[in-house]
């Protein structure tokens, strides 16, 4: 214990370290001063009443990593997560991306145009965030009929993405300048931050849920319940990489089946054997694909679904079902030939173009 508090305070002895410290923690003394600027126009008493009631949904997941900004409509409501969404789209197109795979590959110089393009992919994507928010706030209302925007209108719609968007610029800002300046991963900083702002409010209200018995007798079963879920989902978050390694090291299984005419379990060793030592750009390529697929299977069955909605609106469920099917018939064809055009890429580059098997194939 001697040896940690002498550590401790070895940190402040040093003049650069103390200077580096004092800066983090003056960067997410600012980031947590933002906490309190909501956005212009909002009725905060309603939008409290209506976070209230969506409790345990996934906008509560969204405010903990906000660090309690979304709960409350600050400037930096959006967070750190646009950036991060922004870092991962160019790091997974850098596997599919042979621009991006050199710059990756470019050291220093590449570094740097790629945070480039982070940023600037950042903004685009806190603006279309923006203004999805804007949008629906305007169309909220709260129980008792309150609006929960003001003055909706134009107005409001610009304000908002101006606000958010610059709120998330500046987060991003200051976490390059912890990254540069101060000590330690500045993004990964203000995640924590947002996150140790908002366990103390969780764990009181789980206390008070708990003395109150607020969910009746079985509240003490309740907690015990609710501890065991979050100890599955915890199991289930690091089995989940295990089962994505599975899927792309079988992914190319059905074209070696029908193409090499193997059997079941041969076709499953053969995408094996094909994948290893292939892993991130097969995953890159299959994201894509997956990426692809998404948005031809939204736009095919929004194209169907829409006029049936106007036609016969109390019929929309067997529209959507409609559509569904619709779009499975043009996404179908397209996943299999993406698949089968990999797997012969695959073939290519490690082994070479076999085209005597290609002409037997067909």
Same mark, same amino acid.
């Not at 103390?18 to 909002?42: H, K, Q």
């Not at 499953?268 to 994201?287: A, D, V």
């Given at each position: 214990?001697?040896?940690?508090?002498?550590?401790?305070? /070895?940190?402040?002895?040093?003049?650069?370290?103390?200077?580096?410290?004092? $800066?983090?923690?003056?960067?997410?003394?600012?980031?947590?001063?933002?906490?309190?600027?909501?956005?212009?126009?909002?009725? %905060?008493?309603?939008?409290?009443?209506?976070?209230?009631? &969506?409790?345990?949904?996934?906008?509560? !997941?969204?405010? @903990?990593?906000?660090?309690?900004? $979304?709960?409350?409509?600050?400037?930096?409501?959006?967070?750190?997560?646009?950036?991060?969404?922004?870092?991962?789209?160019?790091?997974?197109?850098?596997?599919?991306?042979?621009?991006?795979?050199?710059?990756?590959?470019?050291?220093?110089?590449?570094?740097?145009? !790629?945070?480039?393009?982070?940023?600037?992919?950042?903004?685009?994507?806190?603006?279309?965030?923006?203004?999805?928010?804007?949008?629906?706030?305007?169309?909220?209302?709260?129980?008792?009929?309150?609006?929960?925007?003001? &003055?909706?209108? @134009?107005?409001? #719609?610009?304000? #908002?993405?101006? %606000? *958010?968007?610059?709120?998330?610029?500046?987060?991003?800002? @200051?976490?390059?300048? !912890?990254?540069?300046?101060?000590?330690?991963?500045?993004?990964?900083?203000?995640?924590?931050?947002?996150?140790?702002?908002?366990?103390?409010?969780? @764990?009181?209200?789980?206390?008070?849920?708990?003395?109150?018995?607020?969910?009746?007798?079985?509240?003490?079963?309740?907690?015990?319940?609710?501890?065991?879920?979050?100890?599955?989902?915890?199991?289930?978050?690091?089995?989940?990489?295990?089962?994505?390694?599975?899927?792309?090291? #079988?992914?190319?299984?059905?074209?070696?089946?029908?193409?090499?005419?193997?059997?079941?379990?041969?076709?499953?060793?053969?995408?094996?054997?094909?994948?290893?030592?292939?892993?991130?750009?097969?995953?890159?390529?299959?994201?894509?694909?997956?990426?692809? #697929?998404?948005?031809?299977?939204?736009?095919?069955?929004?194209? $169907?679904?829409?006029?049936? /909605? *106007?036609?016969?609106? &109390? /019929?929309?469920?067997?529209?959507?079902?409609?559509?569904?099917?619709?779009?499975?018939?043009?996404?179908?064809?397209?996943?299999?030939?993406?698949?089968?055009?990999?797997?012969?890429?695959?073939?290519?580059?490690?082994?070479? $173009?076999?085209?005597?098997?290609?002409?037997?194939?067909?």
């Amino acid at each position: 214990m001697n040896q940690f508090f002498e550590a401790f305070a /070895n940190m402040f002895r040093i003049p650069d370290l103390r200077r580096r410290i004092l $800066f983090t923690l003056g960067i997410l003394a600012v980031y947590r001063v933002g906490a309190f600027l909501p956005i212009p126009g909002i009725n %905060t008493d309603v939008l409290s009443q209506l976070f209230q009631q &969506n409790q345990g949904s996934v906008l509560g !997941i969204i405010d @903990l990593f906000s660090g309690g900004n $979304f709960r409350r409509l600050t400037i930096f409501a959006l967070g750190i997560m646009p950036y991060i969404t922004s870092s991962i789209i160019l790091q997974l197109m850098g596997v599919a991306w042979p621009y991006l795979e050199r710059l990756q590959k470019e050291g220093e110089l590449g570094r740097r145009k !790629i945070t480039q393009y982070t940023r600037y992919l950042t903004i685009v994507l806190s603006v279309v965030q923006s203004l999805s928010i804007a949008f629906t706030l305007q169309r909220q209302s709260g129980p008792n009929g309150q609006a929960l925007v003001y &003055n909706p209108g @134009l107005g409001f #719609t610009l304000m #908002t993405i101006l %606000t *958010l968007t610059t709120g998330s610029a500046f987060i991003m800002w @200051l976490g390059e300048q !912890i990254s540069e300046r101060g000590v330690g991963n500045g993004m990964s900083l203000i995640i924590f931050a947002g996150i140790v702002v908002g366990l103390p409010r969780g @764990l009181f209200d789980l206390w008070t849920e708990v003395t109150t018995e607020q969910w009746g007798p079985f509240t003490g079963l309740a907690v015990v319940l609710l501890v065991t879920l979050m100890l599955a989902v915890i199991a289930f978050i690091g089995l989940v990489p295990v089962l994505i390694m599975i899927y792309v090291r #079988t992914v190319v299984a059905v074209p070696a089946i029908v193409l090499e005419r193997v059997s079941g379990w041969g076709g499953l060793k053969r995408s094996w054997q094909l994948i290893g030592g292939r892993f991130w750009p097969t995953f890159g390529r299959m994201l894509l694909l997956v990426l692809i #697929t998404s948005i031809i299977s939204g736009v095919v069955s929004t194209i $169907f679904q829409v006029p049936g /909605n *106007l036609i016969a609106p &109390n /019929n929309s469920f067997v529209f959507q079902q409609v559509a569904g099917a619709i779009a499975a018939v043009f996404v179908g064809p397209i996943t299999y030939i993406g698949v089968t055009l990999l797997y012969y890429d695959i073939r290519i580059r490690k082994e070479g $173009f076999d085209i005597e098997m290609l002409a037997r194939s067909l």
